[in-house]
Each structure stands twice: as structure tokens, then as C-alpha cells.
């Protein structure tokens, strides 16, 4: 696989981004840096808000969805 730029870029968290590189790393190293990164940006977006604890799966879930899309992770580790 080569470098891609895991646009992390779902609803809540869609001001920023980040470059994940792929360059020898198994598609379940990706996914697993993909929502590490999710988690991080998401948390920045949502805050000490009253509803952070129900607003940052929800995020994390459609943001990873899209930088996995975005970035031509294969169809069988995206559909996790």
C-alpha cells in the first residue's frame, strides 16, 4: 500500500485532517491508526460538551468510515 491521506473528515470532526502513511503496514495497522487518529480528533471537536459521552462514538464511528473510504482501505477491513 502506498502513503495515503486518511481524510479524517466526518461530520463532527470535519475541520481537520490527518496523513496516515501505509508503507508497509498491513491493512489492520492502517484501520487500527485510522481510529486512534478518529478518537483524538473527535475528542478535540466534541469537548467537555454535557453530551460528550453520546456525541463522540457516533463520531468516531462516521469518521472512520469516511478516512477508510477516502483513503482505499480494502472493502473487508472498511466493512468492520
Partial sequence: ?????ALLAAAPASAK???ISTAGKSSDEV???VVKAAVNLCRAEVGD?????YLQAP????TVKA??????V???VASR
Fill in 49 to 53: 460538551s454535557s453530551l460528550a459521552y
Fill in 59 to 62: 463520531c468516531v464511528r462516521s
Fill in 17 to 19: 485532517s490527518i496523513h
Fill in 1 to 5: 500500500m502506498a502513503a495515503v491521506a
Fill in 67 to 72: 478516512a477508510l473510504k477516502a483513503g482505499n
Fill in 74 to 76: 480494502p472493502t473487508e
Fill in 31 to 33: 484501520r487500527a491508526e
